[in-house]
T-cell receptor, first 116, second 114 residues
Framework: KNQVEQSPQSLIILEGKNCTLQ??????????LRWYKQDTGRGPVSLTI?????NTKSNGRYTATLDADTKQSSLHITASQLSDSASYIC???????????????FGAGTQVVVTP | EAGVAQSPRYKIIEKRQSVAFWCNPI?????LYWYQQILGQGPKLLIQ????????DSQLPKDRFSAERLKGVDSTLKIQPAKLEDSAVYLC????????????FGPGTRLTVL
């Protein structure tokens, strides 16, 4: 079973509207959570990185939240633009210990389509 | 700074043929990753190098896939022989020290196996 689950799988929104993407994880011990944006035909690009002590982080019109107690994160896109059309991937890193080298767990991504 | 470079960008081969992909990470990055991304899915780690040593290759199909990172810089990923299910995008990424650090991804190589 995937340790990182994202929802919805895909969504279509009108230009200028807001949307929120969800990420639930079971990775333990938790180190950090990242949101990546992947445009079609390109590699993922990091949007935000949060450790367990951070509960919100913004990058322009993107705002990520983290609730380490419930193991949930969200990515909010404000005033969407056509260029926001992409796949958004949630990635959770386990802590590096003597038994773990901090493996990254990737979600399947949410495909966002922004229409005019 | 220059990003992660990969080549080729696209490759079409027939099943049972061999193929190799090349990756040049960001200068000074110790850790290099190869991922397989099947259409509609998130990337799956195939192998992780720390300098020129292998940290994790638990999901690498070792009967057909091999990878090396000579001198701890460039890396090659080889598939021999290829199967239809190997059709995917192969992403290379690098990070400064370890998986705590941000990963920077290359543009990927799209492989189609006919």
């Amino acid at each position: 079973k995937n340790q990182v689950e994202q929802s919805p799988q895909s969504l279509i929104i009108l230009e200028g509207k807001n949307c929120t993407l969800q990420c639930n994880y079971t990775v333990s011990p938790f180190s950090n959570l990242r949101w990546y944006k992947q445009d079609t035909g390109r590699g993922p690009v990091s949007l935000t990185i949060m450790t367990f002590s951070e509960n919100t982080k913004s990058n322009g019109r993107y705002t990520a939240t983290l609730d380490a107690d419930t193991k949930q994160s969200s990515l909010h896109i404000t005033a969407s633009q056509l260029s926001d059309s992409a796949s958004y991937i949630c990635v959770v890193s386990a802590m590096i210990t003597t038994d773990s080298w901090g493996k990254l767990q990737f979600g399947a991504g949410t495909q966002v389509v922004v229409t005019p | 700074e220059a990003g992660v470079a990969q080549s080729p960008r696209y490759k079409i081969i027939e099943k049972r043929q061999s193929v190799a992909f090349w990756c040049n990470p960001i200068s000074g990055h110790a850790t290099l990753y190869w991922y397989q991304q099947i259409l509609g899915q998130g990337p799956k780690l195939l192998i992780q190098f720390q300098n020129n040593g292998v940290v994790d290759d638990s999901q690498l199909p070792k009967d057909r896939f091999s990878a090396e990172r000579l001198k701890g810089v460039d890396s090659t990923l080889k598939i021999q022989p290829a199967k239809l299910e190997d059709s995917a995008v192969y992403l290379c990424a690098s990070s400064f020290k370890d998986s705590y650090n941000e990963q920077f991804f290359g543009p990927g190589t799209r492989l189609t196996v006919l």
